[in-house]
């Protein structure tokens, strides 16, 4: 059954919104499911710190399906968003120099998660909605 | 969030006893194990068996809590599940991070 589901922003409403997500994803193993779920928890965290803010009343809109060959996931919100350039821009893989304590990154992960595990990832922001949808194959 | 503390030697080994370290908790999670950092503790061995789910947020914490101890410090890590590793690995960080096998490996390195 594909998932619809409209949820306050907030932190605890986004892991409760991920898990909900997961349950589809049966078809993957243990490591994929939790990459999968994590890219999901990363896109609904942005959408409550920052295109929201974590404004009160505040709602995303989640839409998930799983298919034969693969899981669609679609999330919806209304804040600020970001510009799509940027997303756009976002590199693909978490890059750090691991030698440089000092330097590692404590946060800033989340686009290069979300953009390594989908297969394919889309974001626009038109009218007032900002849209992500993503797809990633049972099996790569 | 449920931390307990057991000492061992030196070592102080803190078990995370939630299945999520994640955007909800980091922050507490992160406050808590500086503030242990901050009262003299050197040596700490998170164990984190518990946890099946990690997102960046809770990577995050545990990667400041590494660089609060800087090089006067360690920060080992066992019980990585499957799911926790499989976050590690995404983002390279399982080069990093010193995760071992068990509990007392991680005492004894």
Redesign the interface.
């Known amino acids: 059954m594909p998932l619809h589901l409209v949820v306050p922003a907030t ?2 409403d ?2 409760a919104a991920t898990e909900k997500v997961m349950d589809l994803c049966g078809r993957f193993d ?6 999968y ?2 890219a999901v ?2 896109w609904l ?1 942005n959408v ?2 920052h295109s929201y803010h974590h404004a009160q009343g505040a709602l995303i809109t989640i839409r998930a399906s799983a298919g034969l060959e693969s899981i669609e996931l679609m999330v919806e919100d209304t804040g600020v968003g970001m510009p799509p350039w940027k997303f756009d821009a976002a590199p693909a ?2 890059r ?1 120099d ?1 030698a440089d ?2 330097n ?4 800033g ?2 686009l ?2 979300i953009k ?2 989908m297969d394919s990832v889309h974001y626009r922001s038109d009218g007032g909605i900002n849209r992500l949808t993503a797809l990633r194959r049972w099996q790569r | 969030m449920l931390l307990e503390d057991v000492p061992e030697g030196d070592c102080l080994v803190v078990s995370l006893r939630e299945k999520r370290l994640d955007a909800v908790i980091a922050a507490s999670f992160k406050e808590a194990l500086v503030q242990r950092i901050e009262q003299g503790q050197r040596n700490i061995v998170l164990d984190m068996s518990e946890v099946s789910f990690m997102d960046s947020s809770g990577l995050g914490a545990v990667v400041s809590v590494m660089k609060h101890l800087g090089h006067k410090g360690r920060l080992h890590i066992c019980g990585v599940t499957p799911g926790v590793m499989a976050v590690l690995k995404l983002t390279r960080m399982d080069r990093v991070l010193k995760t071992f096998a068990s509990r007392q490996a991680a005492i004894a390195a």
Do not use: C, N, Q, Y
């Open positions: 932190l605890s986004a892991r243990p490591e994929d499911r939790a990459r779920g994590t928890m990363e965290v409550v710190k893989e978490v750090f691991a304590l000092a590692l990154p404590e946060s992960m989340g290069a998660i390594s595990v």
